[in-house]
């Protein structure tokens, strides 16, 4: 039996194909190839990425007519409006059309920058990610988000420009540093939370597999993570409604990165302690304490590192600057069960901050 | 009988709704109040626009919670990445959320820079035109093209975003120059060629009336105009395929304009001579000579400008350039009577190479 899911995601433009799990790259060769023929590809990656994962880049891409290699630098520091601009100009320079391609390889960033740059280059060219990360393949590499960030905030610019193509290989996920693992697997609990209870089971039961890097069990995982998030995007392309279940954690989380100064607190453990204070809301509104303890424990084992030391005022702050806020108020996702959750829009101000400062000083044992 | 149209053009988000013709504002208000009713709009003009009908925009926005008005600078030089990056910053600083609405007031140049802004913000905030030059109440204002210019080429980065509204109020021609009605009403000939005899019989009797600035007759001419425009781009809300139609004049056209130099021959201008290029082809490919005569004649009574002394060379260089051609080749639109056109991709380059000298060497009568 082949360990690669095939999974459809359906969206206004046309459909995304993805290919998820070990052996990916070799499964979907074929319409790559098919994709490609006779086309200018334009790869954005980085150096170090392609360092390790050049070869079978050079692979899926060997149909096409010429590709050409953009190296950006690794992480957030290249996902500016700079970096794209540059990246437009010599597009153009080297002769990109419409029908020009894009291929992404690295991680959540790279997915960012490089489909906003194929979402707005000529109003748009098609496009795919092959994801080398486990938080990109399962989260950033789906579901059609684009976008760069302003010093005024993160993602703020930026568009939904689905991939025609995602290929996300578990084999590649070998040379990822475990703590890259550990981040990406609050991403995991957080989709298993939301709509997958066996995928939870599993979880429990294979969380030290995972945080040491068992490549077998995290594409497993993977798989099912991803699924996840395609059956809610595809019911709300344009998060309006359904898809801002995936938001479950990043409400408090988001507001924890920002007050706790740029990089120094990571977005997975930011997510994991987002997940235990919405713990507290849903207990006040019905999800029942075995479900809720469960949760916290699986959240624990990953270990998100230490808050302490935040003051509730400027995390409050961050909060109600979120660019998810609307102007008619914040929303929360609370779990109402092992793989459920909803969105809850009237949780008053003062029940968020009457909560907030026991939370942030109570130290995660 | 109210001498406003009521137009839908659906599209993959929803609905454009757009008003026009004579007294649109008045129209749109009930509808426009519903949809800024307690929200923060941002009002995306210039200085010269506002002085002008600032009056008739107050009274458009005034159920906004707050309307804050930014200034850019006349034409094509605003239409840059830095005026876009400027405005989000701008937006994000004074409290811009993703139910924030956006309003253009002006001409094309305001439309393609205030629709691609919001259709980045935040991935895509709601937006309306409220178009105030003719050429834009019959093209820019229609079909979701939004974008700005980079160095090496026009309207390179960009996206499709449908606005909610369009209201293209004839009203507001009255202060428009007489020279730019006559580079507007290119496009007017243009959309009956490809879509509606009768708009051109119309075209036929009226164009004296229409070039001396005549609202009425121009605000019927404007509806059909725009009724051309939307049934073409429902049709095709990508540009994949029949929306191609609308680059009838523009495959020589654009080339005229980069081979000419920077603003040295205006769009309609350039889109005449395109129309009267597309006859040399068209001719013999069966285009009946009397609908030839007809068209070109009806294009000279526009008087496009002298485009004497430029190099057939240049001309076909900039061609192949064009950000319209594909990997594939280049496109041409060719007239097969009055009110109807055909796409053609196999015109081989000598014959368009062995017109070209000709025609550019022939002055216009």
Redesign the interface.
Known sequence: MSNVSRLKLPH??GTTDIWIGEGALKEARSAFGEWLA???VFIVSTREIKSLHGGELTELTEKA?EAIEFDVPDGETSKV?GTA?GL??DM??LGG????RLVTLGGGSVCDLGGFVA??????IEYAHVPTTLLAQVDASIGG???VN????K???????HPKFVVADADLLETLPPEEIRQALFEVVKAAILGDSSLFELLEQEVDDLLAGNIRRLSEAARRAAKVKIDIVAEDL??NDRRRLLNLGHTLGHALETASGHGSLRHGDAVGHGILFALDLALERGLAPQSADRIRELVKRLQPSAIAGLDPKSVLAAMSRD??????GLVWVLPTGIGKARIVSDVPFEDVESHLAPFLSAPVE
């Open positions: 206004p433009g006779d086309r200018r007519s409006l601009a437009w100009q153009l320079r059309k419409r029908d020009s979402g707005c280059f000529l109003r748009g988000k684009t976008g302003l010093p005024e905030g993602n703020s610019v930026g568009l939904f420009h344009r998060e660019k998810k806020a609307r102007e008619s």
